[in-house]
Structure formats: structure tokens, C-alpha cells
Nanobody, 124 residues
Framework: QVQLVESGGGSVQSGGSLRLSCAAFGYTYTSYCLGWFRQAPGKEREGVAAIDSDDSISYADSVKGRFTISQDNAKNRLYLQMNSLKPEDTAMYYC??????????????????WGQGTQVTVSS
């Protein structure tokens, strides 16, 4: 049973930073895509960043240059370093995992596993 658990969310002022972490339990696939998504109230879920098992990385245009996705395979953890946060970054952030490469999953964002989410609130 795969379980993803996010942490690190919180409330910060505009311009501040947060580091989200996602711990993966029971995930034994050798190939994978790991992603961060967010959903603000009244808005559709959107992809923020993704990384796969060959370290291919992609970012949404809205976060390029501000957010950095990384992984620690030894700890089975996924991270999202968020700098220069803006009020429009306020959302529930979710990590997701899938045994397919990101180039395949990105077509539908149909990840097989999802965490419960961690709230990020940025005040102006």
C-alpha cells in the first residue's frame, strides 16, 4: 500500500519561503513520476512541478525561477522549495506519484497515488 504524506505548509508573508516535504511509504517502483499540485478555493487543480526517475524536471510557468523540486531517494522524500511566495500561491498543495514517466502522466495528470495535502497561505 503506497502512502504519501505531505508536511511543511504554513502561513507566510509575501516574499517569504516555505519548504514542503512529501514522505513516500511503500513505494517500490523503480521508474516513477513525482509531482506537486495545488488547488485554491474555487479553482481547478494545477500542476506545479514534477520530477521523474531519470531526474527530468518540469515547472509550471507561474513558479519557474521561484520553486525548486527535488528528491532524496535514500529517504524516499520529495521536496518543494518555494521562494518569493506570492498571495496567488495560496492553495492546498498535494504530492502525487505514479509508476510511469512524467512525459506519459503529464498528458492527463492521472497520477496513481496522492497525498492528503498541506495548506500554504501567503498574505500580502
Amino acid at each position: 500500500q503506497v502512502q504519501l504524506v505531505e508536511s511543511g505548509g504554513g502561513s507566510v508573508q509575501s516574499g517569504g519561503s516555505l519548504r514542503l516535504s512529501c514522505a513516500a511509504f511503500g513505494y517500490t517502483y523503480t521508474s516513477y513520476c513525482l509531482g506537486w499540485f495545488r488547488q485554491a478555493p474555487g479553482k481547478e487543480r494545477e500542476g506545479v512541478a514534477a520530477i521523474d526517475s531519470d531526474d527530468s524536471i518540469s515547472y509550471a510557468d507561474s513558479v519557474k525561477g521561484r520553486f525548486t523540486i527535488s528528491q532524496d531517494n535514500a529517504k524516499n522524500r520529495l521536496y518543494l522549495q518555494m521562494n518569493s511566495l506570492k498571495p496567488e500561491d495560496t492553495a492546498m498543495y498535494y504530492c502525487a506519484a505514479d509508476p510511469r514517466f512524467c512525459a506519459v502522466v503529464a498528458a492527463t495528470n492521472d497520477f496513481g497515488y496522492w497525498g492528503q495535502g498541506t495548506q500554504v497561505t501567503v498574505s500580502s
